[in-house]
């Protein structure tokens, strides 16, 4: 695949996310669509088509996803109609998407991260993460260091009270156990490598470095405990 050599967003991004932070209405926005769309959506378009075919190479199940621009804010106190920041994802299509593992980049009037994981996983599936690296200790300690190595952090929702665990337990495995969900992200700060073609050779060699996380992500929900545990 030949690398892309064209600048994929312009500083229109940064300014046009936070003049829709400012003038979040929907007159403003209807007013800016086309501005919003050249600034923000057809870039974030172009760089996952342009990452597609790398990542397709990774699992042939993954789908470009973009967000879009509206809110649900029917239970939200926040009653702003649009979202300051937008996102592309590459995940395999399913009914549950919050409980799927996804490769992400999301743009904000401040800066930007990628990375992988989970939006909202369910119990039984961090059960399932837990049951899988304990079955296989070593593999998910090298996928977690070469995330780390890569540049990623591990985030997610902890628990309230630290869980009580064996002294000699591995040091990912732990993360697994204190955490209600899990995802790896990394910031990027719109400096000027972030507004030019070296974009896509930093989100590809991101994504290449999350692989053996997403691999085993994916291990563990397609291969449950024999016994059929959820």
Not at 81 to 102: C, I, K, Q, S
Not at 167 to 196: C, G, H, K, M, V
Request: proline share 7%.
């Amino acid at each position: 695949m030949s690398s892309p050599a064209e600048t994929i967003f312009t500083r229109d991004l940064p300014r046009m996310l936070r003049a829709l932070r400012r003038h979040n209405s929907r007159d403003w926005f209807l007013a800016h669509r086309e501005e919003y769309d050249d600034a923000v959506v057809r870039p974030l378009r172009a760089l996952g088509e342009q990452l597609l075919p790398v990542m397709l190479g990774m699992d042939d199940r993954l789908h470009l996803k973009l967000s879009r621009p509206h809110r649900d804010v029917r239970f939200s106190r926040d009653k702003a109609p649009y979202r300051t920041n937008a996102w592309l994802a590459f995940r395999r299509a399913a009914g549950e998407t919050t409980d799927v593992p996804t490769f992400f980049l999301e743009v904000s009037p401040e800066g930007a991260r990628c990375g992988l994981g989970y939006y909202a996983a369910r119990p039984r599936t961090m059960a399932l993460l837990r049951e899988a690296a304990l079955a296989d200790p070593a593999a998910v300690t090298r996928a977690f260091r070469r995330a780390l190595a890569g540049g990623f952090t591990i985030e997610g929702e902890s628990y309230r009270r630290e869980p009580r665990l064996a002294p000699d337990i591995p040091e990912f495995i732990a993360e697994l156990y204190r955490r209600r969900n899990i995802y790896l992200s990394q910031a990027l700060d719109y400096d000027d490598d972030f507004f030019t073609a070296t974009l896509f050779h930093r989100i590809r060699d991101g994504f290449a470095a999350l692989a053996p996380c997403y691999r085993f992500f994916t291990h563990a929900a397609d291969h449950p405990p024999p016994d059929g545990r959820r």
